[in-house]
């Protein structure tokens, strides 16, 4: 099956070309595109000065934006698996054939690379732990669905979710969100074992007087989607 | 009570009111799709200060203390109305923008990307 990685960048153009050698050492010869979203440092000079398979968005989208278009992206391409890939360093590119394979083999159709079930290698501090275990509470309420790394961008996605993703994908914060309109729609969710990474250059989009406006917000939107249960399909 | 005074003022500020919505709108600053509700919500307004009548109907039925509150009673509801209206605009706005900024970004690979391979044809040639 035809597999896309998908890398969200902005402002990367210290992380970027690493992140690309070593998805080329671990996965040679698999399809890659960034979308570098409108970054304000030269991530653009770097991706065409190495040749990087890119897309340029025009203005600033967010990660949610971003994301889509890699999807819509991966639709006109007509592959069958899309796998979300960080492009700051933060993610083993060593386990996405693990990722891949529940998908390949019609056991999920979204497959999220947790860190939290053999609990190795980065974990992040107590405090977001403890906001991505309420997350994880609050999908198992509404979902029907045991996630223990809500927020992790680490994820495959088959043919049909891809599809999905790319006329309806969550904006601000789509981690979470993507999931819970997954599992409403119907898509089968499942994690697998994951070890990441600290991030080694820049800093993380969530600050810590940020992280409790997005639990709120987050976990309200989760609730919303259940209240409103809109037909996503 | 509503006050001849009040009434006057209220009277005047909503003519200057609607006089800025077609100011705005001769200059092109505001398209009349938007105007409507803007329109309206001036109408009714004029309306309540031209016939004090209706409004002492309404304050009277609602169990209102005063005219002056039921004015404002009808004020807020419209600005919710108008405001919640905006919302839904912006939303349809920024969904619209997204799939534009996409869909030019996709385009722009493709021409790169045909630009190189005919550079490349060019080059074997």
């Known amino acids: ?233 | 009570m509503m006050t001849t005074l009040f009434r006057t003022i209220l009277i005047i500020l909503v003519l200057l009111y609607i006089l800025l919505i077609i100011l705005l709108m001769r200059k092109g600053r505001m398209s009349l799709k938007y105007s409507l509700m803007w329109f309206l919500a001036g109408l009714v307004l004029l309306i309540c200060a031209i016939f004090p009548g209706i409004i002492r109907f309404f304050t009277h039925m609602l169990g209102i203390y005063s005219e002056t509150n039921a004015i404002f009673f009808v004020g807020v509801i419209f600005l919710l109305l108008i405001i919640l209206s905006l919302t839904s605009i912006v939303s349809g706005l920024n969904e619209r923008l997204r799939s534009l900024t996409q869909t030019q970004a996709l385009l722009e690979k493709r021409v790169r990307d045909l630009e190189a391979a005919a550079s490349d044809k060019e080059n074997k040639a």
């Open chain 1, 1 to 233: 099956m035809k597999a896309l990685v998908i890398i969200p960048a902005y402002n990367e153009a210290l992380n970027i070309v690493n992140t690309i050698e070593s998805l080329k050492k671990d996965c040679p010869g698999i399809d890659y595109v960034v979308v570098n979203d409108c970054s304000t440092d030269d991530t653009e000079e770097v991706l065409v000065s190495h040749g990087i398979n890119h897309i340029k968005l025009p203005v600033n989208l967010g990660i949610g934006g971003g994301m889509q278009a890699g999807y819509r992206y991966a639709v006109q391409h007509n592959y069958d698996i899309t796998v979300q890939f960080d492009g700051d360093g933060q993610h083993n590119a060593s386990y996405i054939r693990d990722l891949i394979r529940p998908v390949e083999n019609g056991e999920a159709d979204l497959v999220i690379g947790s860190r939290f079930i053999d609990k190795e290698g980065f974990q992040t501090s107590g405090m977001r732990r403890l906001g991505i275990r309420l997350l994880g509470a609050v999908l198992r309420l509404c979902g029907h669905v045991k996630i223990t790394d809500a927020t992790s961008g680490f994820r495959a996605a088959g043919k049909d979710v891809t599809e999905f993703f790319s006329r309806n994908y969550a904006q601000d914060y789509p981690e979470p969100e993507s999931i819970i309109a997954s599992t409403l729609s119907g898509f089968r969710v499942k994690e697998i074992p994951v070890i990441m990474n600290e991030r080694t250059q820049g800093v993380s989009s969530i600050n810590a007087a940020k992280s409790v406006y997005y639990m709120i917000k987050v976990t309200l939107a989760i609730l919303i989607y259940k209240l409103v249960g809109k037909k996503w399909r």
